[in-house]
């Protein structure tokens, strides 16, 4: 069993990887009107409910267990409760109206505390204009859309439909998940990435 957990957590490592080479690649050429604007600190996008799938799960609750003291595990749990809360009986598009009030879980002093092994949806997001991105956040106007390229969205789809393939192939849980929710469960298990191996739900709670 340890090996197959080392090949889910390789696998998806691996793919995220493969994803910023697909990014960087693109953000390369010399056609691009625009180059992306975002840099460390710069953390607007980080106002959101990030979804991910189970394999991006598994890899951030891993890293959590390796490099998070109990401590602070204990103030994500805090903070996932907290969130929660906010958004609870809400709609999806209500929670996207509110988005202000929704710091990403693992957002510390405008930087990101998984970075290494931040979801796919957290690469792809980006903007060719930092400022238009600080003006929709200031001003609570997220109906406007983020300046940036769609060819980094399907980028974003392509990987998320390849880990629920992954998924669907070894007959395990494939739901997309609220980062916040994953996380709860992933420690709420006693030994989750096995489980999920062997075809059991793990993650309760699953987005539609």
């Known amino acids: 069993m340890k ?27 010399e056609t691009l009107p625009e180059p992306i604007a975002c840099k460390p600190g710069c953390h607007y996008c980080c106002f959101n409910l990030p979804m991910v799938t189970p394999p991006e799960a598994m890899l951030i609750g891993h890293y959590l267990d390796r490099a998070f003291t109990r401590r602070q595990k204990q103030t994500l749990h805090q903070r996932s409760r907290e969130i ?5 009986d809400k709609q999806a ?6 988005r202000h009030e929704l710091p990403c879980l693992f957002l510390k002093e405008s930087m990101c505390l998984i970075y290494t092994v931040r979801p796919a949806v ?4 980006s903007s060719t204009r930092a400022a238009h991105c600080q003006l929709i956040f200031e001003t609570k106007n997220h109906r ?57 739900i793990v993650f309760r709670f699953s987005y539609h």
């Open 144 to 200: 406007a859309r983020l300046p940036s390229y769609f060819q980094l969205r399907e980028i974003l789809e392509t990987v998320h439909q390849r880990f629920i393939e992954f998924c669907r192939e070894t007959g395990c849980q494939s739901d997309i998940l609220k980062l916040t929710d994953a996380v709860e469960d992933y420690f709420r298990h006693p030994n989750p990435i096995s489980a999920w191996c062997h075809g059991e």
């Open 93 to 98: 598009d209500e929670i996207f109206m509110m």
């Open 3 to 29: 090996h197959i957990k080392d090949n889910v957590l390789k696998r998806t490592l691996s793919e995220l990887r493969r994803m910023d080479a697909a990014i960087q690649k693109f953000l390369s050429l």
């Open 122 to 125: 957290c690469r792809a997001c």
């Open 84 to 88: 929660n809360e906010k958004i609870a």
